[in-house]
């Protein structure tokens, strides 16, 4: 089985979005995927209101995930660490023991736009329209993903 981590800071807006929009495209008998936030700000706590509305919009539950925070083992948990922007991506790396830790991360927009390095902006502070904005950037990127895992539904 093939198991895809999501992360981003708080986890609950763009990583459980990802989580959720991967989940949706995948084969669950071959492909696992969750995801965590560098940070323990919300650790137990639903993603936020506007994710789940927006993820709603596109017939994607996500009310069953809870926060929670990024730790080491999840390095020796998963296949891909998929981090949402730069500092995520650092804050990972700063973590890894090895180089084969760090080959596991990767910034998610990469799958879209190769060697870029470019964030998905934290809709957090934003209106509804980031939130949209933050769904088809990671639907995007994570239909590449699933072409690259070809373990679809």
Not at 10 to 27: M, T, V, Y
């Amino acid at each position: 089985m093939v198991k895809v981590l999501m992360v981003c800071l708080g986890n609950i807006c763009r990583s459980p979005l990802a989580e959720g929009i991967l989940q949706s495209k995948i084969n669950s008998q071959n492909v696992f995927v969750d995801s965590a936030g560098t940070a323990a700000y919300h650790v137990g706590n639903l993603p936020d209101e506007r994710s789940i509305e927006v993820a709603r919009k596109y017939k994607i539950d996500i009310t069953n995930q809870r926060a929670r925070k990024f730790t080491v083992k999840d390095f020796d948990a998963f296949d891909y660490i998929y981090a949402m922007d730069e500092s995520n991506y650092q804050n990972i790396l700063i973590l890894a023991r090895d180089k084969f830790d760090k080959d596991k991360v990767k910034m998610i927009l990469n799958e879209t736009h190769p060697n870029k390095n470019l964030s998905v902006p934290d809709p957090y502070y934003g209106g509804n329209q980031g939130f949209e904005n933050v769904y088809l950037m990671l639907d995007e990127a994570c239909e590449v993903i699933v072409n690259k895992l070809t373990l679809r539904r």
